[in-house]
């Protein structure tokens, strides 16, 4: 059984964009970093608005800590 997509419309759009973006995101991790993941231990996150003459965006920062795969 996969899990739930979430119903909450704002949560639903960053799964959303995630689940497009995610392959487009872990390709420059990898050529930057290696194989490894972006732990969310020690983690810190920025959110602010970002004025826009379209209508204001919002701009999200994830900062974890890169863990190399240990093989």
Known sequence: ???AVPTD???YRL???LQVYGPT???PIHE???DGIMSAI???MGIKRVPDPEG???EIALNGTFLP???
Do not use: C, H, S
């Open 1 to 3: 059984m996969g899990a």
């Open 9 to 11: 419309p704002t949560i």
């Open 32 to 34: 930057e970093f290696g």
């Open 15 to 17: 799964y959303e964009a």
């Open 69 to 71: 795969y240990q093989w």
């Open 25 to 27: 995101l872990k390709e």
């Open 56 to 58: 204001d965006r919002v």
């Open 42 to 44: 020690n983690f810190r």
